[in-house]
């Protein structure tokens, strides 16, 4: 077969006003970057039609270490329900260079079911990353500034909450000291890095529903606790309306298209594991605004990705799922079965067998929030037909629908059969009313308890003296009616990476609390779990260059 690179090089492109005509956006009103890129002005979106759209969630198993293929799997279900005459379009995020570079490469679909330009989307694309990042840091520096220029007054700060961002995985970052030099060169105090898919600034810029709503969200972001014990946040530094400058043109989603043309919507990009996972509001809204129906997905496994878009953005946007679609693969379901990760590929039917629990508890948790679940299997090559039939028979068995995408390797075709069962699923049996895992009114400790024992299957919650002290914070501030996000590893139900399948046993540690005043939620930290990754021994980045011109390795 043809790699992605060939795939995507050999694939007509159209240029991006016919992709806007298709769906029906003004093409006066798009901002071109080329010929196959446009950013779409946010104030197309209607929110009547949106009421009328069908959304179909994307999420999965517990993944593999290269994942199972949720953005292949939602790109090819969009071009398989084109091509039975439904009007439909994929919202996804963008990706971050961290993992583009890191461990598993480019993030754009795979095979005869990417969306493209793919080297564009998983570089620079339209400067969305670029932006936010900037964003982060434009308010770090004014912060130092605001510090040093005043500290002559009697003003300095308790405790700085506010961290700098950059979209590279570097583990060096994670804990620094700045200031250092003379007395002109700043105040000496300890900092830190996260990557930027995990700054605040990019749960605002996905979770804002307009302009309006960024500026206020920034304005209230809070940056640390003065001296006094007063909460000091961006609306008293004074500088909301530099950073919505800075943000004024990303806030618009990026319209682009797939290897056979469907309308795509890439627009922001905040992990599952360390954020809440999910593409922006805004693009969500605007394919619902133009499409019948909208695929979008969440991040890594259904505890983490499909539990956030749920809690967080589906209960912030008003939005909620006609259907969800949970990916399994055999190679993950081997894996949590118990076959040593290395033979994965190889057949074993006893091993999907003893996976399947992995598979049961995602799908208990996804009808709890009240989804109608249809389960795709993304078929690899290394795949026999007996570990087919094994999952087959499973789903049939409980009533669940049950398809499997071949996309991958023949592009819309492939998902035909798949399109066809959820388009007849959410005419005959679509999703009830959405039921969230907890309520607003719900203490943080509350809502963390109710998602580790009824979602991850935790015993219990043990929170860290750090995790208290927040706690205390939060409650003294009003904050107990936000959300919560809980950062963790997206390998388990657990916080034990390498506890594949249904552990059972455990208790979740919070040991820390990241008030996020401005995106409105409580980031709950969970055992180990970093906000900076690392690279591995073998970074992506050693397969990357440039080869006659053109960008190899992404994939």
């Known amino acids: 077969m043809k790699t992605d690179f060939e795939i995507a090089r050999e694939a007509s492109l159209l240029p991006i006003n016919e992709i806007a005509r298709q769906t029906g956006i003004p093409t006066e009103a798009l901002e071109p970057y080329g010929k196959y890129i446009a950013k779409v002005p946010y104030r197309l979106i209607d929110d009547e039609r949106v009421k009328k759209s069908n959304l179909i969630l994307v999420t999965s198993i517990t993944p593999t270490k290269s994942g199972n293929g949720k953005t292949t799997v939602s790109v090819g279900l969009a071009l398989g ?46 400067g969305d990353f670029h932006a936010i990042t900037s964003a982060n840091n434009m308010i770090s520096a004014l912060l130092d500034n605001y510090i040093y220029q005043h500290q002559d007054d009697g003003f300095g700060m308790k405790e700085v909450l506010w961290r700098r961002v950059l979209d590279v995985n570097d583990r060096n970052l994670r804990n ?29 810029f996905c979770l804002a529903k307009d302009e309006d709503d960024l500026r206020r969200r920034i304005e209230n972001v809070l940056l640390g606790i ?45 992990f599952a594991n360390i954020a809440h996972g999910c593409n922006s509001v805004m693009a969500t809204k605007m394919a619902m605004t133009f499409s019948d129906y909208v695929i979008t997905e969440a991040g890594f496994g259904a505890d983490l990705g499909a539990e956030k878009f749920f809690d967080i953005k589906c209960r912030k946007a008003g939005i909620a799922p006609k259907l969800t679609v949970l990916v399994a693969t055999a190679q993950a379901l081997k894996m949590h079965g118990g076959v040593n990760e290395k033979e994965i590929k190889m057949p074993n039917p006893e091993g999907v067998r003893r996976g399947l629990a992995n598979m049961d508890k995602h799908i208990a948790n996804l009808q709890a929030f009240g989804q109608t679940v249809v389960v795709c299997l993304n078929r690899f090559a290394t795949d026999t037909d007996e570990e087919l039939a094994i999952v087959r028979h499973h789903c049939q068995q409980q009533g669940i629908g049950f398809a499997i995408n071949t996309a991958f390797g023949e592009g819309g075709k492939g998902a035909e059969a798949f399109a066809q069962l959820v388009v007849e699923t959410i005419e005959n049996q679509p999703s009830a009313p959405l039921k969230l895992m907890y309520d607003d ?3 943080i400790e509350t809502k963390v308890r109710k998602i580790a024992q009824k979602i991850y299957g935790a015993n219990d919650v043990v929170l860290k003296p750090a995790a208290r002290k927040k706690l205390t914070r939060i409650k003294e501030l009003g904050l107990e009616h936000f959300p919560v996000c809980i950062a963790k590893t997206q390998y388990s139900f657990s916080e034990d990476a390498k506890a594949y399948g249904l552990p059972t046993n455990f208790d979740i540690t919070i040991r820390d609390f990241v008030i996020n005043t401005g995106s409105e939620m409580i980031v709950a930290v969970a055992g180990d779990m970093m906000r900076m990754p690392g690279l591995p021994k073998s970074p992506q980045a050693e397969r990357i260059d440039v080869v006659n011109g053109v960008i190899e390795g992404l994939s």
């Open 441 to 443: 009114a719900d203490d």
């Open 81 to 126: 329900m084109n091509r039975i005459g439904k009007k439909t379009m994929v919202a996804l995020r963008e990706p971050s260079l961290g993992p583009c570079f890191g461990m598993k490469g480019g993030a754009a679909g795979g095979g005869y079911a990417q969306v493209l330009p793919m080297e564009k989307i998983n570089l620079h694309f339209t």
């Open 226 to 270: 003065t001296l006094e014990g007063r909460p000091f946040t961006v609306k008293d530094l004074g500088v909301a309306g530099s950073i919505v400058a800075i943000l004024h043109d990303a806030i618009h989603p990026n319209l682009v298209q797939t290897t056979e043309n469907t309308p795509a919507l890439i627009h922001g990009g905040p």
């Open 176 to 204: 620094i000291v700045t200031g250092l030099g003379g007395k002109t060169d700043g105040i000496v105090a300890e900092g830190g890095f996260d990557i930027t898919p995990a700054s605040e600034i990019m749960a605002i």
